[in-house]
C-alpha cells in the first residue's frame, strides 16, 4: 500500500494534539492525526479509574482560545471528574469538525526521517503508512504507563487493572477483596473512592507521598456566571505565575516570619482549594532544606491528627523526601481510609512483596488473596512513550539512543538531528497547569511552521550549540530546587523500568514566564538558533 500524504503527521489525540491540529488546518493544511486510541481525549480517555480528576482548577486547565467555547461549556465542579473532562474534549472535537482528520486505532510504531527529501515516514501497528514533510509529536508526558517488575504477574487468576487501561464498563467492586500496589497520586484517588464499597482492601506501599487536602466542591450558578466573565483575569493570572496555576508563591521565607505567622498561614493553605500549599507556599520552602523540614513536619502533624492508629499514621509520613519535592497528590478522605476496618496498609519495606500467585500477593511474611488486583503504578514518564516508538533522524540517528543519559533539546521543542520534528510538552519544556503551557507552545510551534511556509523552507533543525545552551540552562535552572535531589518520576526515575535508574531533568523548572519570554524572544529576532534550508 503507498503511505498517504499530508502536511503533517500529529502523533497523539489529546488536548496537544487537537489542539495542533485545530491551529494548522486554520493555516490551510492538510494534517493526519495517528493516535493509538479509539477516541479523543488523551490523558482523559485512557485514565478512567475510579476517582480520577483534575489537581487543576477547571476553569483555569481547559482551552482558552476560544471565547465561545468558554461561555458555552460550563464546569460542574471546581476540580472535574475524568468523564466530565472526556465529555468536555468531545464536546472540542466535535465543535471544531476535528475527528475526520485523527486516525483512531493507530498506534505509530515508527518514524524515520528521509535526508533526502526532507520527509517523515510513518508506520502504525498494522502496517499503514503515512508521509509528511513535518512530524509533530503530541504524546504527553504520561502516556506510557509501566507495570511493576513483579515475578508472576501473568499467574494472577482475579482480574487485574492498570489505572491508565482501566475498563471503559464500571467494575464492579462490591464486597471484593482488592489488593492495590502503589501509593502516588493515582493510587490516592483511587483509593479513597473504592475503599467505601469494597469488601477489603490491602494497599501496598513502597513510598508514601505527602498529600494535601483537595477542597472539591460543586460550582454553583452564581460561580457559573462568575467564572465565566472573569475568564480574561483567570488566564492573565495563569500566565503570570510560574507554574500556570492561579496560585502564585508567596514572596515571604518560611524563615523569615514567627512561627505563628508560619503556621497560621500553613493552615490557610491547608484549608483551601487545590495546589496553593504546594505552589503558592513560602519561598524557601522548595529550595531552602530547613524551610522545607518546618513544612514537613506540618504536613506530618496533620497526618498524625487524621490517622487513629499511630503506628499506620508513622508509615503514611515519607521519611525519604521533603513535602513538595515529589509530585504533590490532592486528595478528599485519603487518610481517614485507614481508619477504617476493611483497609489495611502494608510497607513492602519491612515485607517485600516476593511475587504475585494465582491467588494475591504473597510477601516475605504473608499470603493475600485478592479477586482484584490494581496496578497504580504509574507511567514512565516524558520520554517512555518516545522511546516507545523507533524514531530515526537525519542519518538513521536513533533517538531512543541519543537520549541515553539526558534528552538533547532546544526550547523542549526541537531535537538535535532530528529534522522537522516538533514536540509538544517535549523534555525541557516549562510544566504545572499543562494546558496553559500546551497552548504556548502550539502557538509558537504554528508560528515557526507559518515562518517555514512563507520562506519556503524545507528542513529545520536546531544548531548544536543552541541545544548545548539550552541543556546548561535547563541544568542550572534546577539546581537549588530541593526536588531535583529526591527520585521520582519527574526526576528520570523508574524502577519499573531498565535504565532508569539515573536522575535526569525532564522539564524546564525555570518557570513558564521565563520559557515563555526566552521563546518570544527566539521568534521575534528570526529564530536564529535553528538552521534553516
Ligand atoms: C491521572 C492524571 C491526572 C492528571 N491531572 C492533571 C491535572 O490536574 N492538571 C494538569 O495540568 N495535568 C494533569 N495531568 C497531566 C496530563 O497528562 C495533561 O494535563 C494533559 O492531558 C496532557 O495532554 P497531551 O495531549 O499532551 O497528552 P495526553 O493526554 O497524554 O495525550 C497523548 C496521546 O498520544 C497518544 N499516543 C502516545 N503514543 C502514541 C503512539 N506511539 N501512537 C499513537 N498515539 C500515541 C496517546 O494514546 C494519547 O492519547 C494528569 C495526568 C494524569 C495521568
Redo the contacts with the bound molecule.
Sequence with gaps: MPPIDSDAII????????YQLYRLRALGMQVQV????TD????????RYPG?????ESWS?GYSFSEELLQEWEWPEH?AA?PDTLRYLNYVAQKFDLKKHITFN????TAYFNDADNHWAVS?EGGAHYRAPLLIT???????YTLPNIPGRDQFKGKAYH??RWPHDPVDMKGKRVGIIGTG??AI?TIQTIAKDVGHLTVFQRTPNWAAPLHNRKITPEEQAQIKASYPEIFARCRETSTCFIHQTDPRNALDVSPEEREAFWEKLYSEPGFGIWVGNFADVLTNPAANDLASAFMAKKIRQRVKDPAVAEKLIPKNHGFGTRRLPLESGYYEVYNQDNVRLIDINETPIECITPEGIKTSQEQFQFDILIYATG?DGVTG?YD??DIRGAGGLSLKKEWVGTPKTFLGVMAEGFPNMLM??GPHTAR????RN?EEIVDWVTDMINHMRQHQYNRVEPRPDAVAAWGEHVEKAVENLLFSQVNSWQTGINRNVEGRDVRRTLGYYGGAVEYRRMAQEVAIKGYREFLWR
Design positions: 502523533i497523539g489525540a489529546g488536548i496537544s494534539g487537537m495517528l493516535e493509538a486510541g479523543v481525549g488523551g490523558t482523559w480517555y485512557w485514565n480520577a480528576r483534575f489537581d487543576s486547565y476540580f475524568q493507530a498506534r505509530v510504531t502504525v503530541a504524546l504527553g508526558p504520561l502516556s506510557a489505572t491508565a497520586a493515582t484517588q507511567f512513550p516507545r516508538i509538544i510538552l504545572g497547569n499543562i494546558p500546551i
